[in-house]
C-alpha cells in the first residue's frame, strides 16, 4: 500500500512541474490585452473548404466571407466537394464559389483533400499570385473583419496564423458548452498567453492562415494523421516556425449536440494525439534540449495527461479493495487520496470554465441561466476525456465526417452584437 500511495506522490509532483506554466499563462491572458497590429498592404488570399455533405451550411460560410470588410477582389473561394452525395457542390457554385469535386475514397480526410486542392490551385491558378490560404471547415461563419484582421497579423512577418475560436450552439446542451468552453479558454489562456510572451501558439482545428511559402516549401499538405492541425502545428514548431494568433479574427463554429458525435469525435482526437506524439515527441524532446519553449509547450499539449490520470485513478480503485481485504492500515489514506484526485480534477477545470465565462461573457451567447449550469457540467465533460482515451489507445480508428445541420446567419448567433 505504501508503494501506492508514494506512487500518487510521484504523479502529483510531476503533473505540477510539467504544467505549471500553464497556470502563468492564466495571469498572462488575465492581466494583459490581446497585441494589437497594423497592415500597410493587402494581401491576397485563397479560401480553401473542404466540405463533405454539407449543402445546410456551406451557404452561410460563404455569405460570411463575401460580407467581409476586405476588398472582395484580393479573396477567392475554393470549396472542395469531397465525396459528396448531396448538392453541397451545386449550392456553393451558386453562391460563387471555385468549386472542385472530389472522389477518393482510398485517401480520406482533410489532409488528403487540402493536398489535392493546394495542387490545383499552384498549378491552375498561379497567375493570381495567392499569399497566403485561409483553411475554414463548411460550418463555420466569420466576423465581418475576420480577414483584416487576420491580414493584419500576416503583413506583420507571422507565416502561420490561428483566430478566436466561437461558437455558433453553446447554449443547445452542456456537451457544446463544453465544446465551447474549452476552445474559448484556449484562445484567451493559451494562445493569447503565448503570443504575450512570444512563443509559439498551436492551431485548433479551424480558422488558420498559411503561408503560400509554407505550402511551397512542403510541396503541398504532408499532415495526413487523424489530427493533422495539430501534426501541422508540431512539425511547424519542430522546424523553427512560430505560430501567431489574432484575438480579434473570430470565427463561430458548430459543436456536435449529441454524445455519440463527440464521442466519436474526441475518440479520433485522442487518437490523433497518441499518433502525433508517438511520431514527433522524440524530435520536440531534442528541441527541448536545444533551448525551446515552444518544443516543450507543444509536448506537454499532446503528452497522453488524461491516460496518466485515469492509470492513477484506476490503480487507486484496485488498491481500495485489496487493502480492505489486507485490513491495510493506509486504506483511508488511498480512500482520501482518490476522493482528492477526482475532486482536484473536478475543481481545476470549475475554475477554468468559471475564469473563461467571467472574462468572455461578451464572447458567450447564452442566458446568464444556462451559463452557470454549464460552468457545474464543464468539469464533467472534460472528466469524459478519460474513458475515451483509454478506449483510443486499442481501437483503430479511421477518419469519420462530423454531421453538421445548425444553419445560423451571423446576425442569428450574436443577435444585436452581430457587427455590420
Known sequence: MK?????????SVIFTLCYAYQFF???????????????????????????????SVIGNLISSIRNQNYPQE??????????????????????????????????????????????????????R????????????????NYIAEMNKVFDNGYRIITSYRNSKNYDTNWITAGYSLWFLREARYLNNARMQLGTSCAISGTGFLVSADVIRENNGWIHHLLTEDIEFT????????KIGYCADAILYDEQPTKFSQSYTQR?????????????????????????????????????????LTLISIAINIIAIPIGIINHSNDLMTLVSI??????????????????TTITEADQIHCSKPKRVLYL?????????????????????????????????????????????
Open 129 to 144: 499570385n495567392y499569399e497566403g490560404y485561409i483553411i475554414f471547415d463548411a460550418d463555420n461563419v466569420l466576423d465581418p
Open 3 to 11: 508503494a501506492i500511495i508514494f506512487f500518487n506522490c510521484v504523479i
Open 74 to 127: 484580393l479573396v477567392d473561394i475554393f470549396i472542395i466537394a469531397d465525396n459528396c452525395t448531396d448538392n453541397t457542390a451545386e449550392i456553393a457554385r451558386s453562391a460563387g464559389a471555385i468549386v472542385y469535386e472530389r472522389f477518393n475514397k482510398e485517401q480520406v480526410g482533410k489532409g488528403y483533400a487540402l493536398d489535392w486542392m493546394f495542387n490545383i490551385i499552384e498549378s491552375e491558378y498561379a497567375d
Open 25 to 55: 499563462y492564466i495571469f498572462v491572458g488575465l492581466l494583459k490585452k490581446p497585441k494589437k497590429f497594423s497592415a500597410k498592404k493587402q494581401h491576397r488570399f485563397a479560401v480553401v473548404v473542404s466540405a463533405r455533405n454539407e449543402s
Open 376 to 420: 457545474f457540467t464543464f468539469p464533467l465533460f472534460m472528466l469524459t476525456y478519460v474513458p475515451i482515451a483509454i478506449v483510443a489507445l486499442f481501437r483503430k480508428i479511421e477518419w469519420k465526417p462530423i454531421n453538421h445541420s445548425v444553419s445560423k446567419s451571423l446576425t442569428e448567433i450574436c443577435g444585436e452584437k452581430a457587427q455590420i
Open 234 to 241: 508540431t512539425d511547424s514548431i519542430i522546424h523553427g516556425e
Open 338 to 355: 482518490l476522493v482528492k484526485t477526482v475532486a482536484n480534477f473536478y475543481g481545476m477545470f470549475f475554475l477554468l470554465g468559471l475564469i
Open 267 to 307: 475518440l479520433r482526437w485522442a487518437k490523433g494525439f497518441y499518433q502525433v506524439f508517438r511520431n514527433y515527441g522524440g524530435k520536440l524532446i531534442k528541441g527541448i534540449f536545444k533551448g525551446s519553449f515552444s518544443c516543450f509547450d507543444m509536448l506537454m499539449t499532446i503528452m497522453p495527461a488524461m491516460l
